[in-house]
Nanobody
């Protein structure tokens, strides 16, 4: 089994910053990529940012230049620094890991429980 533990969500004013963390533990054998999705009220879930174990990054166009994703491979942990937050970015943020517990198997997705981010005056 794989467990993802998220932290760092909360209430912040427009223009403020938050830093999210997600640590993977358990029977993971190899992690290929880690990142974040978000789901706002009444909206579909969308990709925010991802980073591979080699350090390659990808960002949604709406957050590029304001958010920074990073990782600590030794700790199987991913971080998301979110700056200049907007009210429209109020959402539940979900950690996602792409990896395997069995080296002979195909990659699959593992999910955290989600952490609430609220951007409001």
């Amino acid at each position: 089994q794989v467990q993802l533990v998220e932290s760092g969500g909360g209430l912040v004013q427009p223009g403020g910053s938050l830093r999210l963390s997600c640590a993977a533990s358990g029977s993971i054998f190899s992690i290929y990529a880690m990142g974040w999705y978000r789901q706002a009220p009444g909206k579909q879930r969308e990709v925010v940012a991802f980073i591979t174990s080699g350090g390659s990054t990808n960002y949604a166009a709406s957050v590029k230049g304001r958010f920074t994703i990073s990782r600590d491979n030794a700790k199987n942990t991913v971080y998301l620094q979110m700056n200049s937050l907007k009210p429209e970015e109020t959402a539940i943020y979900f950690c996602n890991v792409k990896g395997v517990t069995d080296p002979t198997a195909d990659s699959r997705d593992y999910w955290g429980q989600g952490t609430q981010v609220t951007v409001s005056s």
